[in-house]
Structure formats: structure tokens, C-alpha cells
T-cell receptor, first 117, second 110 residues
Framework: GAVVSQHPSWVICKSGTSVKIECRSLDFQATTMFWYRQFPKQSLMLMATSNEGSKATYEQGVEKDKFLINHASLTLSTLTVTSAHPEDSSFYIC?????????????FGPGTRLTVT | GQNIDQPTEMTATEGAIVQINCTYQTSGFNGLFWYQQHAGEAPTFLSYNVLDGLEEKGRFSSFLSRSKGYSYLLLKELQMKDSASYLCAPAADSWGKLQFGAGTQVVVTP
């Protein structure tokens, strides 16, 4: 099956610094990628939808200037958490889909656990 | 708005059957997904229904009624490894934007 990787798998950073998370589709071209956030014992919350070559569409309440998304190629999307604060500590998960193939399934990455101290 | 309801937790014994119900209200609808998520891991795909009826895939089956905004996931011959959170996720549009329910934690006991 299709594989999506994320890097890093976990990161600890100091308050005020920025962190970049990469999401790669390894064996298919991801025309669309989604970024989710999950707090402990809660469900996944969609943050933004990213289509290759265009600007990301953010969900209501998600600050686009704080969570910068770049989908520069068909296999890579990045999420940068700028000026991170402790309340940004969460599990960030990406998913990818190749709409051109008509596939409906989204393949999820293994997630990145961010801890801001 | 979006509203997805599923039970918080269900407990069953090994070898038994458990049915997880999900009701949803979404502004758009392009099928419904069920995912399994073990603690600390990303979700893994279980099933997808876009038409009414039952889809069977091994020990797991999923049912959809679009008119009722209702789906269920049926887990048969439960195994200990099935202990996980099960997420109901209707797709809101053709891009595949998913809205996740809070998840149902299934606990399988010996």
C-alpha cells in the first residue's frame, strides 16, 4: 500500500522558536495533503488542506500566519509552526491523497509529536 | 455545521462481536470512512462507504444509510489486538476533507 512518512517523529523546542515538519508520499504522487492536530484523548482536528502548487486552505480558527504550509511538490508538504508556544504542543499528523487516480482513501503519516517547553 | 456522534467506549470479550454506531450531520457528503487508531499512532484505513448498504471486508464490516445520517462498524471474532480507538469520518467534499468523530475506544478483554 501507499506510504506516507513524516519527519521528525518527535521534536522538543523552546518557546518562541519555529519548527518545521515534513510530510512525504513515498510511492505515489499526492495532489492533496491534509494536516491534522490531535490533543491527548481527543480526535483529529483538520487544520488545513494543501493542494500542490497552490495556497493552503485553512479551517476556521487556525492561524495561517502561525502554521505555514508549503506544498511545493507532488511528494512533499511542510508545516512550519512559527513562534511556538506550550499550547502548540500536540500530535501533528498529515495525510495524502492522489485525486488524479480517483482514489478516495487518504494515507496517513506516522505523526510528529511536538513538545514546546 | 458538522456533528458526529459515536459512543466513547465499548468493552467486549475476545471472540465476541461489537457494533460501533455513528450518526453524522455534515454540510456536504462524499462517503464515510472508518479508521482504527492505536494510542500514539496514526490512523489506519478500515473501510469506505459511499452508497447505502453493507460492505464486508474480512472480520470488519461497515454499513451506511445516507438518508438517516447513520453508519456502523461491525467487528467480528474480536482479538486482543483490536483494542484501539475507532474513528468515524464522513468526507465533506470531493477533495476528501474528513471530519473525525471523537472516536470509540474498544477494549477487548480475555
Amino acid at each position: 500500500g501507499a506510504v506516507v512518512s513524516q519527519h521528525p517523529s518527535w521534536v522538543i523546542c523552546k518557546s518562541g522558536t519555529s519548527v518545521k515538519i515534513e510530510c512525504r508520499s513515498l510511492d505515489f504522487q499526492a495532489t492533496t495533503m491534509f494536516w491534522y492536530r490531535q490533543f491527548p484523548k481527543q480526535s483529529l482536528m483538520l487544520m488545513a488542506t494543501s493542494n500542490e502548487g497552490s495556497k493552503a486552505t485553512y479551517e476556521q480558527g487556525v492561524e495561517k500566519d502561525k502554521f505555514l504550509i508549503n506544498h511545493a511538490s507532488l511528494t512533499l508538504s511542510t508545516l512550519t509552526v512559527t513562534s511556538a508556544h506550550p499550547e502548540d504542543s500536540s500530535f501533528y499528523i498529515c495525510s495524502a491523497r492522489d485525486i488524479r487516480q480517483g482514489a478516495v482513501e487518504q494515507y496517513f503519516g506516522p505523526g510528529t509529536r511536538l513538545t514546546v517547553t | 455545521g458538522q456533528n458526529i456522534d459515536q459512543p466513547t467506549e465499548m468493552t467486549a470479550t475476545e471472540g465476541a462481536i461489537v457494533q460501533i454506531n455513528c450518526t453524522y450531520q455534515t454540510s456536504g457528503f462524499n462517503g464515510l470512512f472508518w479508521y482504527q487508531q492505536h494510542a500514539g499512532e496514526a490512523p489506519t484505513f478500515l473501510s469506505y462507504n459511499v452508497l447505502d448498504g453493507l460492505e464486508e471486508k474480512g472480520r470488519f464490516s461497515s454499513f451506511l444509510s445516507r438518508s438517516k445520517g447513520y453508519s456502523y462498524l461491525l467487528l467480528k471474532e474480536l482479538q486482543m489486538k483490536d483494542s484501539a480507538s475507532y474513528l468515524c469520518a464522513p468526507a465533506a467534499d470531493s477533495w476528501g476533507k474528513l471530519q473525525f468523530g471523537a472516536g470509540t475506544q474498544v477494549v477487548v478483554t480475555p
